[in-house]
C-alpha cells in the first residue's frame, strides 16, 4: 500500500495562531481524506480533500476553520486556523489508492497541543 | 453522521486468551473493516470485508461481514501481548467513500 508522511508529527502552539499540517504520499491516489481523533476517543472525518477544488466539508467542521488544499494527487494540507485549547487533537490524513469501496489507509497523525 | 456501535469498550485479558469484539449499526453498510491503532501510530488495516456473510481470517485474526450487513465482529486467538492496542470498526458505502468509525476497543494483554 501507499506510503504516507505527514508532518509535522507533534506541535506545541499557541493559542490564536495557525499550524498547517502536510500530508505527502509516494504514489498517485484517488482521495484524500482529513480526520479528527480527539484525545481517546474515535475518529471523525473534518472533510475530503478534492485534487483542484474545495474540500468537501462534514457537518460541524467549516473551510475558514480548517482550510485544506489538494493542488495534485499526491499531497494535501490541513489548517488548523485560529486554534484554541479544544482543538488539541490527533490530525489524520487517509488515502484511497483505488475505486469506489476500496479501504482507507492512514498516515501516523499529528499531534497537536494548544496552550 | 452514521453511527457505530462497537462494544466492549476495553477488555483486560490474559495471555493466551481468546477475545471477541463486534459492531452493530441500524443502517446497512458495504464494507466493513476493522483497524488497530497504537500509540503514537495511525489506524492499521486488518482486514476488509465486501460481501454479507464473508469470513476472513488473517493469522490470528478472524472477522465477519454480518448477513444483515448492519453489522461485524473480529476474533483474536491465543493473544500475545503485542496485540494490546485499540481497535476499530468501520462502515463504508457504496457512493459514498468516507467511513464511519466505532468507538473502539481498547485490548490489555497481561502476560
Known amino acids: 500500500s501507499a506510503v504516507i508522511s505527514q508532518k509535522p508529527s507533534r506541535d506545541i502552539c499557541q493559542r490564536g495562531t495557525s499550524l498547517t499540517i502536510q500530508c505527502q504520499v509516494d504514489s498517485q491516489v484517488t482521495m484524500m481524506f482529513w480526520y479528527r481523533q480527539q484525545p481517546g476517543q474515535s475518529l471523525t472525518l473534518i472533510a475530503t480533500?478534492?485534487?483542484?477544488?474545495?474540500?468537501?466539508?462534514e457537518s460541524g467542521f467549516v473551510i475558514d476553520k480548517f482550510p485544506i488544499s489538494r493542488p495534485n494527487l499526491t499531497f494535501s494540507t490541513l489548517t488548523v486556523s485560529n486554534m484554541s485549547p479544544e482543538d488539541s487533537s490527533i490530525y489524520l490524513c487517509?488515502?484511497?489508492?483505488?475505486?469506489?469501496?476500496?479501504?482507507?489507509?492512514f498516515g501516523d497523525g499529528t499531534r497537536l497541543s494548544i496552550l | 453522521g452514521q453511527q457505530l456501535n462497537q462494544s466492549p469498550q476495553s477488555m483486560f485479558i490474559q495471555e493466551g486468551e481468546d477475545v471477541s469484539m463486534n459492531c452493530t449499526s441500524s443502517?446497512?453498510?458495504?464494507?466493513w473493516l476493522w483497524y488497530k491503532q497504537e500509540p503514537g501510530e495511525g489506524p492499521v488495516l486488518l482486514i476488509a470485508?465486501?460481501?454479507?456473510?464473508e469470513l476472513t481470517s488473517n493469522g490470528r485474526l478472524t472477522a465477519q461481514f454480518g448477513i444483515t450487513r448492519k453489522d461485524s465482529f473480529l476474533n483474536i486467538s491465543a493473544s500475545i501481548p503485542s496485540d494490546v492496542g485499540i481497535y476499530f470498526c468501520a462502515g463504508q458505502r457504496y457512493n459514498n467513500n468516507d467511513m464511519r468509525f466505532g468507538a473502539g476497543t481498547r485490548l490489555t494483554v497481561k502476560p
Open positions: 487517509s488515502v484511497m489508492t483505488g475505486g469506489s469501496n476500496q479501504p482507507q489507509h
Open positions: 470485508l465486501y460481501k454479507a456473510g
Open positions: 480533500a478534492n485534487q483542484g477544488s474545495e474540500a468537501t466539508y
Open positions: 443502517s446497512i453498510f458495504n464494507t
